[in-house]
């Protein structure tokens, strides 16, 4: 871990320089903050918008960024944030700010120029972390040490910051599997588990959002287990069985843990308002492993291609595979090539068979009996079986 962010690639981009510059940032009146300062520290790449924090009220910032010609978005201006482009660079510039009232998921919010009062109203030390536009760090409530200790810790009560936004209780159990190793603060998880019960409020996208982040981490498994032990997630010990077995795979897919996780998808979609393409990637997934866990390795490609890979660890995980019966099914799997199907409908309909629901039946009858055969029957063996 290096302190060192005055040679970090994002600090030194022109594009980020010249937006410094139009606001004050040489005199330390706009500082980047949180991950990506976070991350610079930790030798981690960044890709998502810097954030910046700024002593200039909203409409200054817009007017300074107009002045350069810096593009820019409203895109939160109640509570002080504009976003400003300028080339492939995104930065979300907010005001210098304390809370004045929340109610857990909005808050009434005052600008103003106190750093140290900016930092306290954050989330966790590790993202109270400023950077200025020549590299000096500011810490003020020991972001760094914590960082060396693998501590994702609350600014100050966890239990008044949870209160504040009760999305935190999600976003500690992220940060402490990307950024902890997954070892929980005491007391943070402490404040966690009382909050579950009044968390009602939050909107779906929002946990969703954070859900789908976590799941496309390294390791969860252990973090999984504990919110639900807390009841903060719905997971069988079935599940979680099966998500530890994944992760020891080298499993990471979010869609794959999805599929791990429940057999009603459609419901988990509605509780998170999940994408479609989630969903339908995790279904995707789901059918393959339930193909591959009684050995149809050639329909299972046939039918989902590359996801087939990801349902052979679905199906691993969930029926607990010895090494032999994964190493073989993957040997399998891997050398399994897939020509296409040889019959159309119109080959059907030129034998007198009407369109419509008798020939779609059986064309995939047909085309049941040629997966079977492992894609050995051609079309004029295929033809020879046709029920008129």
Known sequence: MSDNLASAEWLNRPETQAIFAALDGQKRRTRAVGGVVRDTIMGRAHSGDIDMATELLPDEVIA???????????????????????????????????????????AVVAFGTDWAEDAKRRDFTLNALYCAADGTLYDPLGGVEDMRSGIVRFIGDASQRIAEDGLRVYRFFRLTASHGEQRLDPDGLTACATAVGQLDHLSRERIGSEVMRMLALPKVALSLAVMSEIRLLPLSDAALRALVAY????????????????????SLQAAWRL??????SAKSIARAAAMLEQDKIAEAAYRHGETAVEGLAAAASLGHWGLARLSEAARVLAKTIVPPFPLSGH????????PGPALGRELGRLEQLWIDSGFALGKIELLTQIRV
Do not use: C, W
């Not at 820019?72 to 300028?86: E, Q, R, S, W």
């Open 64 to 106: 300074r960024a107009k002045a350069a010609g810096i593009a820019f978005y409203p895109t939160g201006i109640d509570h002080g944030t504009v976003t400003l482009k300028l080339g492939d660079t995104l930065a979300e510039v907010t005001t210098l700010r304390r809370d004045v009232e929340t109610d857990g998921r909005h």
């Open 247 to 266: 992760e020891s795979l080298g499993g990471q897919q979010a869609a794959t843990r999805l599929a791990l996780m429940t057999d009603d998808l459609d």
């Open 275 to 280: 994408s479609n393409e989630a969903i339908t």
């Open 347 to 354: 080959d059907l309909a030129g034998l007198g068979i009407q």
